[in-house]
């Protein structure tokens, strides 16, 4: 499994920017696809993006299509979530997850598919 550790949360303006980054301490970080993940406060941990093993294809939650990117770099082993013009909703932990190239890239939606997690970060959204 996937050692991560996620950084960059902390308090964004609503319509402003805000960038996280995961680092992978793993020993082949290209055979792993990766995503992110958020989970407010009473919630369910809910899906907002993820990233195939190349970074050729991506996928996100309709709720953030268009205004947050994923993209990673496999010479540094990190994978970041650029969150453009965000909104207050968008507050919670943010998660980084890792999961072996195998698994079905259609299923890397819900939690229960990715079995490496980090700590999780932080954001807060203000209006």
């Known amino acids: 499994q996937a050692q991560l550790v996620e950084s960059g949360g902390g308090l964004a303006q609503a319509r402003g920017s805000l960038k996280l980054s995961c680092a992978a301490s793993?020993?082949?970080?290209?055979?792993?696809?990766m995503g992110w993940f958020l989970q407010a406060p009473t919630t369910e941990r809910e899906f907002v993006a993820r990233?195939?093993?190349?970074?050729?294809?991506?996928y996100y939650a309709d709720s953030v299509k268009g205004r947050f990117t994923i993209s990673r770099d496999n010479a540094k082993n990190t994978v970041n979530l650029q969150m453009n013009s965000p909104k207050p909703e968008d507050t919670a932990v943010y998660y980084c997850?890792?999961?072996?190239?195998?698994?079905?890239?259609?299923?890397?939606?819900?939690?229960?598919?990715?079995?490496?997690w980090g700590q999780g970060t932080q954001v807060t959204v203000s209006s």
């Open positions: 997850a890792a999961e072996f190239w195998t698994t079905r890239w259609g299923a890397l939606t819900t939690r229960g598919a990715f079995r490496s």
């Open positions: 793993v020993r082949t970080f290209t055979t792993y696809h």
């Open positions: 990233i195939n093993r190349s970074g050729d294809y991506t």
